[in-house]
Nanobody, 124 residues
Framework: QVQLVESGGGLVQAGGSLRLSCAAS???????MGWFRQAPGKEREFVAA????????YYIDSVKGRFTISRDSAKNTVYLQMNSLKPEDTAVYYC??????????????????WGQGTQVTVSS
């Protein structure tokens, strides 16, 4: 079993930065990790993913160049550094995990473990 706990959300002005953290516990070896977000009235959306080794990364186009996903295997923690934030980035951000595969996935249904979510609000 895997448990995920996000932290680092908050309120920030447009153009500002936040760093989200996702601490994993339990059976954490060989996990691909992802970040998703869900804005009010919208479907959950893929944001970024990182492979179990950290060697593969993938981002949704709207965050490329602004967000960076990384992981610290020694701490069983995945990060999402968010820079140049925009009001449209406002959402609840969720950390997700799945047993490693050969390719990263952007589909929420492929991830079996989820955190409780952390709110990110970007004011204009």
């Amino acid at each position: 079993q895997v448990q995920l706990v996000e932290s680092g959300g908050g309120l920030v002005q447009a153009g500002g930065s936040l760093r989200l953290s996702c601490a994993a516990s339990g059976r954490t070896s060989s996990l691909d990790m992802g970040w998703f977000r869900q804005a009010p009235g919208k479907e959950r959306e893929f944001v970024a993913a990182i492979s179990w080794s950290g060697g593969s990364l993938y981002y949704i186009d709207s965050v490329k160049g602004r967000f960076t996903i990384s992981r610290d295997s020694a701490k069983n923690t995945v990060y999402l550094q968010m820079n140049s934030l925009k009001p449209e980035d406002t959402a609840v951000y969720y950390c997700a995990a799945r047993l490693r595969r050969s390719l990263l996935s952007t589909r929420s249904t492929d991830y079996g473990y989820w955190g409780q979510g952390t709110q990110v609000t970007v004011s204009s």
